[in-house]
Structure formats: C-alpha cells, structure tokens
C-alpha cells in the first residue's frame, strides 16, 4: 500500500575537503560507498547514498570539495558541485569543529547564499572538542547564513546522527521512495569498484602519486556462480609515476590488488578475480575528451 505520507527527498552534503563528507555518507547507508582518505579531493563524482525507513527516504548527494579550480578537473569538481545545489531539497553545510572557520569555508557560504531551500548547518568531529570550544565553534558560524538548524555530530562515532536524519525528514516534502528499500546507491559497481582500487592506490603510495590518477574498469563479468572477473586499468601522467606504481617485481600493484580485493568482495558479497593494468596517458586530466572516457560527466 502507498503511504500518503511518506516523506522523500535529495539533500546535498557540501563542505571544504575533510571535514567528513563521505564519513557521514558511509555511516548513514551502513555500507562503503564513497571512498575515504585522509588526503583532499578523494571524491570527485556526485555518489548518492540512500537512506530509508517506513516513513521516508533521503537521498544524498556528496559532492566534491568547492574551491578554486586549478585545472580542467578541478574546474569539473566546481561546477558539478554548484550544479547539484540547484537540485536538492535541503543541503547539509559541514564544518569542522576543530578547525577555525577559514577562507575556504567563507567561499561555500558565498556560494550558498543564493540557495533558496534549507540549509542545515553540521557541525562535524565533536568527538574531538570540548564542549566549551563547540560552543565557541557555533558563535562563529551562527550568524553566516539563516541556517534552518545548527548540529553538531560525530560522523566516525555515529553522535547525533539519527537526531540529525529526523529533523531533515521533518521539512522534507510528501513523495515517492524513489529507490527500492535495499539500495544504497545509484551509482553503478563499476564506479564503487574503481573509487576503492583508486583509495589503496593513495594510501599506498602516500605523496608520490598524485590525486590525478584514474581508474577505469574495463570488464566486470562473472566467471562461474561465486567469482567475479574484474579488469582495470590505473591511468597516471608519466612513466616514473607508473615505476611507482607497479614496484619491485610487481610488488606495490600486488599490495593495492589484495587491499582492493578484499574490500571489492564485501561490497559485492563474492569472491573477486582481480586484474589491475597501469598505463601511462600524458596530460589526461587537461583533457576534456579523456575526462568524458573515465567517467566524469558534466
Ligand atoms: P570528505 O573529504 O569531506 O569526504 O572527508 P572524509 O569523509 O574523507 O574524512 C576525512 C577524514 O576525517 C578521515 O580521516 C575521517 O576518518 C575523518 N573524520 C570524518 N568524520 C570524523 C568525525 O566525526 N570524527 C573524527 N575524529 N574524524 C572524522
Ligand atoms: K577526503
Ligand atoms: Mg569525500
């Protein structure tokens, strides 16, 4: 039976580089969807996460970082970014609470200024101040923006969280539930799959590769009833950057293919075959054609 009133909507998560973005997106869909990393700009496509209950269903856009465009990808960050503000029915705002509120804050908020839906302002890592420094945290914030709510959360504890998801259903409309009861994302595997081979590749190689590396999935396709043969190739700009990648003896593509693997076989709940592949495209990420080919979609 349709219920009248179910309440569904899509809500933005926008917030410089760090302050959590993707934390609250995992913990909110309990399963790994957009892919974590200590290092800035690890998330560069809009990956929605689904949240439903019997009365509603909230779908979240997490969009990249917003800041000033270094290059044609960069530029692409921005704009899908923007984009997807005209779109929504309420964006979350997150900020980090121990960290001052700074210039890279300040140009969000320019941005959400001409915002006409709800904007939720959340304040993230908790778990790390004092409550006397959160208070102090607030103060700078409160009078930014007319903020439909302040709220402080821990996405990595989980603090607030629910509290957080109720008062947005509150002001979200009547609707349908867009997505069926047990999706999680929209986004197709090969997307999921390829962000969690690019987050071992930076934590593996820490400064030596830069976040201008790609992965695409070739193939995906299933072997017999239990495995799943992946193939994918590792796009990097210069020749040393593949050295790096492959290692001694093959040694670091084997490390970043077991991490990978293991992570890939939860999500798909199989065993997983998978075959990594480097090659070296000059230049890729100035070039629009090459974006388009990767996956980035204006
Ligand atoms: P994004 O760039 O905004 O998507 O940020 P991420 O979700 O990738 O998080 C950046 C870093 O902050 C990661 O190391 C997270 O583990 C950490 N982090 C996120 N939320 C919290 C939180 O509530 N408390 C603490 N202590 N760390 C957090
Ligand atoms: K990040
Ligand atoms: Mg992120």
């Known amino acids: 039976m349709d219920n009248p009133n179910f309440k569904s909507g899509f809500v933005a998560i926008v917030g410089r580089p760090n302050v959590g973005k993707s934390t609250l997106l995992n913990r909110v869909v309990g399963q790994k969807v957009a ?8 998330t560069r496509n809009k990956i929605q996460g689904i949240y439903t209950t019997d009365e509603a269903q909230i779908v979240f856009i ?15 960050m921005v704009q899908s970014a923007l984009s997807s503000l005209n779109e929504v029915d309420a964006v979350l705002m997150m900020v980090n609470a121990t960290q001052k509120r700074g210039a890279g804050d300040n140009f969000i908020i320019d941005r959400l200024k001409s915002v006409k839906q709800p904007v939720y302002l959340v304040i993230n890592k908790i778990d790390q101040v004092k409550p006397d420094d959160l208070l102090t945290v607030i103060e700078q914030y ?27 259903i509150d002001t979200l409309p009547n609707g349908p539930q867009y997505y069926p009861d047990d999706q999680v994302t929209d986004h197709p595997e090969r997307f999921v799959v390829s962000e969690l081979i690019r987050e071992k590749i930076l934590q ?37 950057q593949k050295g790096i990648l492959i290692g001694k003896g093959g040694s670091m593509l084997k490390k970043i293919g077991t991490l990978a693997r293991q992570d890939i076989e939860r999500l798909l709940g199989d065993k997983v075959f998978l075959e990594l592949w480097v090659k070296v495209v000059p230049g890729w990420k100035d070039k629009k054609s090459a974006l388009q080919a990767y996956g980035y979609k204006k």
């Open 62 to 76: 997490d969009t990249p970082g917003i800041h000033k465009p270094k290059s044609e990808l960069g530029d692409f």
């Open 204 to 240: 593996l190689t820490r400064q030596e590769i830069p976040h201008s590396v790609a992965v695409n999935v070739e193939k995906m396709s299933r072997q017999d009833e239990k495995k799943v043969h992946i193939q994918a190739t590792i796009i990097v700009e210069r020749p040393t």
């Open 35 to 42: 892919i974590m990393s200590d290092k800035a700009q690890t």
């Open 142 to 168: 409160k009078d930014a923006l007319p903020w439909q709510e302040v709220v402080p959360i821990s996405a990595l504890e989980g603090n607030n969280v629910v509290e957080m998801l109720e008062k947005i």
